[in-house]
């Protein structure tokens, strides 16, 4: 029926990362805005990702994705404030976490994967080395363990000439391999749970579409679960089984990947659908969404954020958050859900 | 006679000498563009599409003519724009008629100017417009572009992604250019304001009769606004066409390529 | 994410904590521009029976060794050494700022040449530089600015030439080409402007250093010289008496110096905050 690359775990065990109503803000910069509370910027946010399944986190940029994974690997700015709500993983409630704690899950739980693969890495370091680091951090390696291990890594993710990259510094390498190499590093956490956001940007087409390849590949090897964040809706869709649509830092619609696309149930997800290039449609059927993410920073922010674009506005949008329809208790991502006023 | 006519175009680059060797000339080159021929008819786009390195920004730098080529001919409506060398081309006669759109937004606008100034720019200095009427221009140039006129007084960085490239529009079109080459300007734009943008310039296609030479590694925005393909790999055209043609049935291996990778929002694949 | 944009007339907005920074300079000048006349004694007049005497009621910061108030001394120097650091400072600023945009602009051989004269130029000890100087053009104020305003010359030389040569060919920079400017035009009223916040550090820097230039030369006996007021003749003066116990003649000018020198360090800090368009909002 679907083309899916992974069907949904069943039966849904203990999620391995449970994110329940979060909201993080950010402190006021002037101490004029003291008086006032400060604004999340994700607010009330909940999602669950399974073992070994792959979540499409999916919005606009600005839109807190990249905040939401900065979370999840403790790695917020001192200015950002967790505001409300839990974040656990495999168990582990993170919010009150120990630096010590942090280390181990960052050793050998979560690893994450960034935008910007060649300013991820020391530019002054060859990526052998930078490869043996991670290892031997995380157990007492030999030199040539590390080594070998290093090697055993880039064949993994597929680099060429792997023995000669070794010594590679990454301004010697593509922007393609550098991606390489970082999921390299991630993977020598071997993490139950990969952060991924926008791997892809900036990389050529080909190599965007081998990237996501190497990392469905390597997920369902390892049965590693990955959270995806892009803008994308493509390649959400082909890479992800379940997906969750954010705007302006609230969760607006989440659920199986094939039912959110072809079914939208929220305006916004319909938006974005409808300004995606498809095969068959001229430039004419497509839609931009009109404006842009509200200013988070202004005092008549609406409830529902996305009220000032919305084509189905009502009246309550503006004081009342929605209720998510359908209604659950403790929603699986197994269920198709959205918030929104103009289901109920 | 089409309107934008690219024969021959060359350029190299001389490759960094190893130590202890002089520059000479048997010194390697990288030959970013190799023999690069195109056709732009009026009103018409053209899509020029290759991965990074394949000398498609290049190519657009040269037809900007903000760079020489090693050999080759450029001609915009019979007139050859290589005569005039790239340091002297800002006065040149037919400067107004060709310009270009940056990737990077925000870093083609001059960090001091408001988006005001910046559109003014070129038609203080090519039209030689003041006052009110300079004013009146700018609203328009703005308006062409959508750009709210509430986000004239901004200075780039307080701009988004999506308005400076609104703001980089309104510059280039603001003096009617016959020509506008725009490289790869929606790359780093999300998906619903490269849609905006896209449909604006079609708009300014079909509306002011600009052509459009439209630089960019994704085949599926090529498709949408161009109704001409080139495919450049390794400094040479290896695929033109109609778009049609290109993309249903293309003939060089390494277009196949491309088009395997563009992906399906519905279906299978 | 958007910061919270506020417009406001003067941009950087202005209210006592965007004013606070100038306000010593603000004071150091209007001391300058007043300077003698508010001297409540002559500056010259020596006394000798009232020699070294430590601070009181009628000689604020005490005499010298020859009976002079040594506050009235110190603020008649402040005109002197300012407008020997400002002279000194805008002279190489100017130039080096000039030769070495233009150099960075054009590129090529000369640039590497002039690259390699400004190394030369560094690698003499700049302080032993003035001294020459000095000594070859002869004892007098204008030597002294001369001197300082040469060793200055290498820095404003390489900023300008490194800032103006990584910006040529930037994007905003072709844009400016493809609007129909000229390259004359670019390297003036594109290039120049955004060198103003770099700039601006820079010469608050040098105004320390020329201050702390013209009053080494003076205290080694070599350009100003007693009985002229100038702080670093002050400290000369000064420095013979610590020993004996009378350390208000050497310790006020040296005061002096330091308040003149962190006042510009202030006053530049705040001037590349008001020149850089980010801190607008």
């Not at chain 1, 950002?80 to 009150?96: F, H, K, M, P, T």
Request: net charge positive; aromatic share 4%.
């Amino acid at each position: 029926m679907s083309a899916n690359p992974h069907p949904p775990i069943s039966p849904p065990a203990s999620p391995l990362l449970e994110v329940r109503d979060l909201s993080i803000g950010f402190a006021a910069a002037q101490a004029a805005q003291a008086g006032r509370p400060v604004l999340p910027t994700i607010e009330r946010l909940s999602l669950h990702v399974q073992p070994g399944q792959t979540l499409g986190l999916v919005g606009e940029s600005g839109s807190g994705k990249s905040l939401l994974a900065l979370a999840v690997m403790g790695l917020l700015p001192p200015t950002a404030r967790i505001l409300g709500g839990s974040l656990q993983v495999a168990g582990q409630n993170l919010l009150n976490a120990t630096p010590g704690q942090w280390q181990q899950l960052r050793r050998h739980t979560l690893a994450m994967v960034f935008q910007n693969p060649r300013q991820a890495l020391n530019p002054v370091r060859p990526i052998g080395l930078q490869l043996q680091d991670a290892l031997q951090s995380r157990a007492p390696l030999s030199r040539a363990q590390a080594q070998a291990q290093a090697l055993a890594l880039l064949e993994q993710v597929e680099i060429d000439q792997a023995p000669a990259r070794l010594k590679a510094y990454p301004h010697e390498l593509s922007g393609g391999m550098c991606q390489r190499v970082l999921l390299a590093l991630a993977l020598s956490r071997e993490p139950r749970l990969l952060l991924a956001d926008e791997p892809t940007t900036g990389l050529d087409i080909t190599t965007q579409a081998a990237i996501l390849k190497l990392l469905t590949r390597l997920a369902n090897e390892r049965h590693m679960a990955t959270l995806l964040i892009t803008h994308n809706l493509t390649m959400a869709r082909q890479h992800c089984s379940h997906l969750a649509v954010m705007h302006a830092g609230q969760l607006v619609e989440a659920g199986p990947a094939d039912q959110v696309l072809q079914q939208p149930l929220h305006p916004y997800t319909r938006g974005l659908r409808a300004a995606t290039p498809q095969r068959g449609l001229a430039l004419a059927d497509l839609q931009a969404m009109p404006g842009g993410l509200p200013d988070l920073g202004r005092a008549d922010l609406p409830a529902c954020r996305f009220a000032e674009r919305c084509p189905q506005v009502q009246t309550r949008c503006d004081t009342q958050f929605p209720e998510w329809r359908p209604q659950a208790s403790a929603p699986s991502e197994a269920l198709h859900r959205a918030a929104c006023w103009s289901l109920i | 006679m089409a309107l934008l006519e690219v024969q021959s175009l060359v350029k190299t680059y001389p490759l960094p000498v190893a130590p202890g060797q002089r520059a000479g000339r048997d010194t390697a080159v990288l030959r970013a563009v190799d023999g690069v021929s195109l056709r732009l008819e009026a009103g018409q786009a053209l899509g020029l599409v290759g991965e990074s390195g394949s000398g498609k920004s290049t190519t657009a730098a040269l037809v900007a003519r903000l760079a020489d080529p090693d050999s080759g001919q450029i001609r915009l409506d019979g007139e050859d724009l290589v005569r005039v060398p790239a340091r002297r081309a800002a006065r040149a006669p037919w400067r107004a008629q060709v310009q270009l759109v940056f990737q990077d937004a925000a870093g083609s606008l001059n960090p001091r100017h408001t988006a005001q100034e910046a559109i003014a720019q070129p038609l203080q200095h090519l039209a030689g417009l003041s006052g009110q009427a300079l004013q009146r221009r700018v609203l328009e140039a703005a308006a062409l572009a959508q750009l709210p006129e509430a986000l004239l007084q901004r200075l780039p960085h307080q701009l988004s992604g999506g308005q400076a490239a609104r703001v980089g529009l309104a510059r280039a079109i603001g003096l009617r250019p016959r020509l506008l080459i725009l490289d790869e300007p929606t790359s780093a734009l999300d998906v619903s304001v490269q849609m905006g943008l896209l449909q604006r310039l079609d708009s300014l296609r079909r509306e002011l009769g600009v052509s459009l030479l439209f630089v960019s590694h994704d085949l599926e925005v090529v498709r949408l606004l161009c109704q001409q393909v080139a495919v450049m790999r390794r400094g040479r055209i290896v695929e033109n066409g109609t778009t049609e043609q290109v993309m249903e049935s293309p003939r060089h291996p390494y277009t196949a390529q491309l088009m395997a990778a563009l992906g399906e929002l519905d279906g299978a694949d | 994410m958007n910061a919270r944009t506020e417009t406001s007339p003067t941009g950087a907005g202005f209210s006592l904590r965007t004013a606070l920074p100038w306000l010593p300079l603000a004071a150091l000048l209007a001391l300058a521009v007043a300077g003698p006349a508010l001297a409540p004694q002559d500056p010259l007049h020596t006394a000798v029976e009232q020699a070294l005497r430590p601070p009181s009621a009628r000689h604020w910061f005490g005499t010298d060794v020859l009976g002079r108030d040594l506050f009235s001394r110190v603020l008649a120097a402040t005109r002197l050494d300012l407008l020997m650091a400002f002279g000194a400072v805008s002279a190489s600023a100017t130039v080096g700022t000039l030769l070495g945009a233009a150099s960075g602009f054009v590129g090529g051989r000369l640039d590497r040449w002039m690259g390699r004269l400004v190394d030369v130029l560094m690698a003499f000890p700049l302080f032993v530089v003035a001294l020459a100087l000095v000594a070859a053009l002869g004892n007098s104020v204008g030597s002294v600015v001369w001197a300082t305003a040469v060793i200055n010359l290498p820095f404003y030389l390489r900023l300008a030439r490194a800032e103006v040569a990584s910006r040529r060919d930037a994007a905003w920079v072709q844009a400016a080409r493809l609007a129909g400017l000229g390259e004359a035009r670019v390297l003036l009223q594109v290039l120049l402007p955004s060198l103003w916040p770099v700039l601006a550090v820079q010469v608050s820097l040098n105004l320390g250093w020329a201050i702390l230039n013209g009053a080494g030369l003076s205290f080694l006996g070599l350009g100003v010289r007693p009985p002229t007021p100038e702080w670093g003749v002050l400290v000369s003066e000064g420095a013979q008496h610590i020993l004996s116990g009378q350390w208000w003649a050497a310790l006020f000018p040296g005061l002096a110096l330091f308040a003149a020198i962190f006042s510009f360090s202030l006053a530049g800090d705040a001037c590349r905050d008001l020149l850089d368009p980010r801190q607008r909002s």
